[in-house]
T-cell receptor, first 112, second 117 residues
Framework: GNSVTQMEGPVTLSEEAFLTINCTYTATGYPSLFWYVQYPGEGLQLLLKATKADDKGSNKGFEATYRKETTSFHLEKGSVQVSDSAVYFCALSDRTGNQFYFGTGTSLTVIP | GAVVSQHPSRVICKSGTSVKIECRSLDFQATTMFWYRQFPKQSLMLMATSNEGSKATYEQGVEKDKFLINHASLTLSTLTVTSAHPEDSSFYIC?????????????FGAGTRLSVL
């Protein structure tokens, strides 16, 4: 079956530090992969996505590369800001997009 | 970009009352909308999938008589929590899937925090 495993948090970093949040997946077929971000008290916002192997999704300085050989989609950012403090969810969907599978979320706090 | 509006953002109600939550796609038509429930510090749990003009498909363990879903148009789905009890207190999030864009995208509403006293 399909599932997503992401690193547990919480993660606390100083401003301008490098961020990595690990995400691995199990899937049948060829899923699409996503990172969503949830700010306090809000719903989820799509941060970036990749639809096939070796694709790199990027947005707002965040990047993640679809690695089929390691079944991973790790989220990275070179220099985090206080405003990046949020919960980050890794997710995958099957080709139809009708079924999404979410990881448990990783809480990130960036301190000045 | 695609916007999904969810209303209300927060509701407090007495035990035994019913609460309706609306989910609207503002600038696109959504053939499919999804309802999720999120418990504190946990991930989203899919409750049901609704397709315009047909009955919703509920996930295992979700009571369809408790959580009534209506998807009357391509831009509106509603979730009604009937006879709410304190254990129904949670964060409910809807999402919508555009029919004319990349199919494997879901756009999320901002969520509704339900507190049942």
């Amino acid at each position: 079956g399909n599932s997503v495993t992401q690193m547990e948090g919480p993660v606390t970093l100083s401003e301008e530090a490098f961020l990595t949040i690990n995400c691995t997946y199990t899937a049948t077929g060829y899923p699409s992969l996503f990172w969503y971000v949830q700010y306090p008290g809000e719903g989820l916002q799509l941060l970036l996505k990749a639809t096939k192997a070796d694709d790199k999704g990027s947005n707002k300085g965040f990047e993640a590369t679809y690695r089929k050989e390691t079944t991973s989609f790790h989220l990275e950012k070179g220099s985090v800001q206080v405003s990046d403090s949020a919960v980050y969810f890794c997710a995958l969907s099957d080709r139809t997009g009708n079924q999404f599978y979410f990881g448990t979320g990783t809480s990130l706090t960036v301190i000045p | 970009g695609a916007v999904v509006s969810q209303h209300p953002s927060r509701v407090i109600c007495k035990s035994g009352t019913s609460v309706k939550i609306e989910c609207r796609s503002l600038d696109f038509q959504a053939t499919t909308m999804f309802w999720y429930r999120q418990f504190p510090k946990q991930s989203l749990m899919l409750m049901a999938t609704s397709n315009e003009g047909s009955k919703a498909t509920y996930e295992q363990g979700v009571e369809k008589d408790k959580f009534l879903i209506n998807h009357a148009s391509l831009t509106l789905s509603t979730l009604t929590v009937t006879s709410a009890h304190p254990e129904d207190s949670s964060f409910y999030i809807c999402s919508a899937q555009p029919w004319d864009l990349a199919k494997n995208i879901q756009y999320f509403g901002a969520g509704t925090r339900l507190s049942v006293l």
